[in-house]
């Protein structure tokens, strides 16, 4: 099993700049795919940013690009998301998740382990 702990939401201004974690206990994620996602109140989730086990391949969602970068060290069992001109629409929980599948077309939708989420608010 993969348990996933995210860290590093909070209150942040737009135009500020946070860095999530994603830390793994258990059974290493080093195999695994990794993605971020984030749900707003009232609106389905949807799919941030995704990176391969490797730390090859990367995907980002238009809405984020430019702006977020999601890396990893598998090292560390931990996945980052670093987040930058942050806007008031990027108020959301965050949640990192992780999957041992194929790697699929985008946008990716089922991931297998799911971690908790944290909280991201944006002010005006």
């Known amino acids: 099993q993969v348990q996933l702990v995210e860290s590093g939401g909070g209150l942040v201004q737009a135009g500020g700049s946070l860095r999530l974690s994603c830390a793994g206990s258990g059974r290493t994620f080093s195999g695994y795919s990794m993605g971020w996602f984030r749900q707003a109140p009232g609106k389905e989730r949807e799919v941030v940013a995704r990176?391969?086990?490797?730390?090859?391949?990367?995907n980002y969602a238009d809405s984020v690009k430019g702006r977020f970068i999601i890396s990893r060290d598998n090292a560390k069992n931990t996945v980052y998301l670093q987040m930058n001109s942050l806007k008031p629409e990027d108020t959301a929980v965050y949640y990192c998740?992780?999957?041992?599948?194929?790697?699929?077309?985008?946008?990716?939708?089922?991931?297998?382990?799911w971690g908790q989420g944290t909280q991201v608010t944006v002010s005006s």
């Open positions: 998740a992780a999957d041992k599948g194929r790697w699929t077309a985008w946008p990716p939708i089922e991931y297998e382990y």
């Open positions: 990176i391969s086990w490797s730390g090859g391949s990367t």
